[in-house]
């Protein structure tokens, strides 16, 4: 799976991007191909999308694009083209607003997107976005810390005693330290 992808950005079509990487054009779909600008070192946040009879890159200015595009996906009825057109439509904080807020009319007026599927965008996203950098990098590093002490062999019920106690600002090496004093204790 890839994070991001560092290149200079070579074509701009309707629909996507080409960034060239050591030779290599890559096409990356993304929702306004026309924020990029030809010539540009950029940073674009990737997620490839992988289906039976495709295999696509599709590619974001910024993290919290590329991670509320990854929950729109998740939600039942929701393929790539509807959660792209949701994206190049608004910004990430009025979409998470309008979910947080069961602001179903709002959603409505994207492309692809009718009563059913905005009720269901409501229904399953509602309360379980994360879209603060600093809550993502945090929910990261506890679940390095739970995957550290499933490997050496803890149960889900120590894990989570343990993580809730834990002082979330540390690295993460210091936290799998803490926890496992903790669940010794």
Do not use: C, W
């Not at 999308?49 to 929950?71: C, H, N, P, W």
């Not at 790539?80 to 009319?105: G, H, M, N, Q, Y």
């Not at 499933?150 to 936290?175: C, H, P, Q, W």
């Amino acid at each position: 799976m890839y994070s991001y992808l560092k290149g200079i950005i070579k074509e701009i079509e309707p629909t996507k991007i080409t960034l060239e990487i050591h030779d290599i054009g890559y096409h990356l779909i993304t929702p306004n191909p026309y924020d990029f600008t030809i010539d540009d070192v950029v940073k674009v946040y990737v997620f490839q999308y992988v289906r039976e009879d495709e295999i696509s890159l599709y590619g974001f200015k910024t993290i919290e694009a590329k991670e509320l595009f990854m929950q729109l996906l998740s939600v039942k009825g929701i393929g790539p083209k509807s959660a792209l057109a949701v994206l190049a439509s608004a910004e990430v904080s009025e979409i998470i607003r309008a979910i947080e807020a069961s602001d179903t009319k709002y959603l409505n007026r994207f492309p692809g997107i009718g009563p059913k599927a905005s009720q269901q965008i409501v229904l399953d996203l509602k309360g379980k976005i994360t879209h603060s950098p600093m809550t993502i990098k945090q929910s990261n590093k506890l679940s390095d810390v739970e995957d550290a002490l499933r490997a050496l062999g803890y149960k889900t019920k120590e894990i989570n005693r343990v993580v809730k106690e834990l002082d979330r600002t540390k690295e993460t090496a210091l936290l799998i330290k803490d926890a496992l004093k903790l669940i010794s204790n």
